[in-house]
C-alpha cells in the first residue's frame, strides 16, 4: 500500500506539472477548456502534498508528529486544502462541461466562456472553495492524548451545537456533489444528442472539416473522461462518509475499514489520473509531452 502511494505521489507530481508546461509554451492550448484543466492539475497537486503523506504515516504511525505552531497549522491545512482541492475540481468540471455545450451546440456563438472570462472564473472556483470550506480552519486542533498527539475535529466546540457538522457536510454533498453532477451529466445528454442529430459527415464533406470535427470529438471524449474518473474515484469515499453519518453501528466492523482503506487510497488515484487521461486523448498534450522531452 505504501509503494502505491508512492506511486500515485509522483505520478501526479509528475504528470500535473508537465500538463501545466505544457500550455504555458504552447500559445495555442491556452483555449478556455486547457485553462480549467489546469485549474485542475494545480489543485489536483495540493491533494497528494497534503493527503498522501498523512495517508502512509497513518499506516505505522497513528499520532500527530508535529508539535507547536507549526503542528497547529498543518493539522489545519491537512483537512482544508485536499478539500478545497475537490471543490476546485467539481467547479471546472462544471466550466468545462459549459464549454463543451457552447462548442457543441451554440458553435456559431463559441466560446460561451472567453479567456477573459476565464481570468475571472478561475480565481473564482478557489474563493468559493476556500470560503466554504474555511470553517475547518477554526474546527480541526491538535490536541494530547494518552496515545500521543492528535489532529482532530473539534466542530461543537468551535461552532456550537446549532450548526451541526452533519447539516453541514450534507449541504456540501447537495451543492457541490449532487447539484453539479446532475447539472454536467444534462449538458453532456443534450451535447450527445445535438451530434448525434446532426448530418454524419460523408466523402462530400470537406478534408478539413471532417479533421475539426474529429479533434472537436477527442476533446469532447477527454472531459466526458475527466468527470467518469472523478465520479468513480469519489463515489467510494462519499459512500463511505454517507455510512459513517446513517450508520454509526457499521462503522466498528472490519470490512467498513477495508473499505475505508480502498476509498482513500482511489481519491488520491484521481489526482494521478487526469494527467494520464490528457495525454490519452488529447493529441496536443502528447505533441507537446513529446516536444518537451526532445
Avoid at 474546527?139 to 473539534?154: D, Q, T, V, W
Avoid at 466498528?252 to 475499514?257: A, E
Amino acid at each position: 500500500e505504501t509503494f502505491v502511494y508512492c506511486l500515485i505521489f509522483l505520478v501526479s507530481l509528475a504528470g500535473n506539472t508537465v500538463i501545466g508546461i505544457i500550455v504555458y509554451k504552447r500559445k495555442t492550448m491556452r483555449t478556455p477548456i486547457n485553462l480549467f484543466i489546469i485549474n485542475m492539475a494545480v489543485s489536483d497537486l495540493l491533494f497528494p502534498i497534503f493527503s498522501i503523506p498523512r495517508a502512509i504515516q497513518m499506516l505505522y504511525i497513528d499520532s500527530w508528529l508535529i508539535d507547536g505552531p507549526l503542528g497547529e497549522t498543518l493539522c489545519k491545512l491537512a483537512a482544508f486544502l485536499p478539500d478545497v482541492s475537490a471543490l476546485v475540481s467539481i467547479q471546472s468540471l462544471i466550466l468545462v462541461a459549459v464549454d463543451r455545450f457552447g462548442a457543441v451546440v451554440f458553435p456559431l456563438r463559441y466560446p460561451l466562456i472567453s479567456s477573459k472570462l476565464c481570468s475571472f472564473f478561475v480565481p473564482a472556483t478557489w474563493i468559493v472553495a476556500m470560503a466554504v470550506l474555511s470553517p475547518y480552519l477554526f474546527a480541526m486542533k491538535l490536541n494530547e492524548y494518552p496515545g500521543g498527539l492528535r489532529c482532530r475535529r473539534h466542530w461543537n466546540e468551535a461552532f456550537g451545537e446549532s450548526f451541526s457538522f452533519k447539516n453541514y457536510f450534507l449541504s456540501i454533498l447537495v451543492v457541490f456533489i449532487f447539484i453539479p453532477f446532475v447539472l454536467i451529466a444534462t449538458l453532456y445528454i443534450i451535447i450527445f444528442l445535438k451530434l448525434k442529430s446532426q448530418k454524419i459527415p460523408g466523402e462530400q464533406s470537406t478534408n478539413t472539416e471532417k479533421k475539426h470535427r474529429q479533434r472537436e470529438q477527442n476533446v469532447l471524449n477527454m472531459a466526458i473522461a475527466v468527470v467518469l474518473g472523478f465520479a468513480v474515484c469519489w463515489l467510494p469515499v462519499i459512500i463511505r462518509y454517507l455510512i459513517f453519518f446513517f450508520a454509526s453501528d457499521f462503522t466498528m466492523s472490519c470490512g467498513f475499514q477495508y473499505f475505508s482503506s480502498v476509498a482513500f487510497l482511489m481519491v488520491n488515484t484521481n489526482c494521478a489520473m487526469n494527467p494520464c487521461i490528457c495525454f490519452s486523448f488529447n493529441r496536443n498534450y502528447r505533441k507537446g509531452l513529446k516536444a518537451l522531452f526532445t
